[in-house]
């Protein structure tokens, strides 16, 4: 799962980065509104961590502006001010919740994980599922009607991008970033050929279905 950390104060930043990191979350940061806002904008990403206080434009402009636009990502907002007129200006923004520094690491992760699965991306055993496809995070390996799928690393991660966004449209532009990264050796075709590879493991189960390919646009995760 990507997560996306904007905080300009540098200790921090790179505190918070690592533990995620550690966890085992695909971690991006910025240390200026405006960095954010663009890295926010040009990526889907599964959760953003947001300092109110930001040099550009402010966390607070940030939600604002992602949520005017439609974007659902959960948003945890930081901050040092803890009166309760900052935090309800916080929520009312479009904030998911919000944490008042200093935090304990223990109460971060526990929100990270309690807006994640809020989201719809994990359950309470920290597995993804959709229409007959399970993932498991920890063996990152996948089942298909309870029969294992033997995923290779990248399989397991197109796939649960899919799930992460089931019932949305993904490109292939944004699959390719997300998955290889534009400074990545390979072409974007590759995408066409790890969907390939997932629908021939899901047909004995008769789940290559739920991969549908939308013409001209990408591809989606769907049950008919």
């Known amino acids: 799962m990507r997560i996306l950390v904007v905080?300009?104060?540098?200790v921090l930043r790179e505190a918070i980065v690592a533990?995620?990191?550690e966890e085992d979350y695909i971690v991006e940061e910025a240390a200026a509104g405006d960095e954010g806002m663009y890295m926010a904008e040009q990526a889907v990403h599964d959760l953003l961590i947001l300092d109110i206080m930001l040099p550009e434009i402010s966390g607070l402009e940030i939600v604002k502006k992602l949520r005017s636009a439609g974007g659902s990502v959960p948003i945890l907002l930081l901050t040092a001010r803890d009166s309760v007129d900052d935090r309800v200006m916080g929520l009312e923004s479009g904030a998911d919740d919000y944490?008042?520094?200093?935090?304990a690491i223990r109460e971060l992760l526990a929100r990270i994980k309690a807006l994640l699965r809020r989201s719809g991306s994990l359950d309470m055993e920290g597995e993804l599922s959709y229409g007959g496809i399970s993932l498991n995070s920890k063996t990152r390996d996948g089942c298909a009607a309870d029969h294992p799928l033997g995923l290779t690393t990248k399989e397991y991660d197109v796939l649960e991008f899919l799930?992460?966004?089931r019932e949305q449209i993904l490109t292939r532009e944004q699959m390719f970033d997300?998955?290889?990264?534009?400074?990545?050796?390979?072409?974007i075709s590759i995408?066409?050929?790890?969907?390939?590879?997932l629908r021939k493991k899901l047909a004995p189960h008769g789940l290559d279905?739920?991969?549908q390919t939308v013409r001209g646009a990408g591809f989606m995760l769907k049950e008919k």
């Open 209 to 211: 279905s739920l991969i």
């Open 99 to 103: 944490l008042v520094k200093p935090f």
């Open 7 to 10: 905080e300009d104060d540098h």
């Open 163 to 165: 799930i992460l966004n």
């Open 178 to 187: 997300r998955i290889w990264g534009f400074d990545s050796d390979t072409t």
């Open 191 to 197: 995408v066409d050929l790890y969907i390939h590879y």
């Open 19 to 21: 533990l995620l990191t």
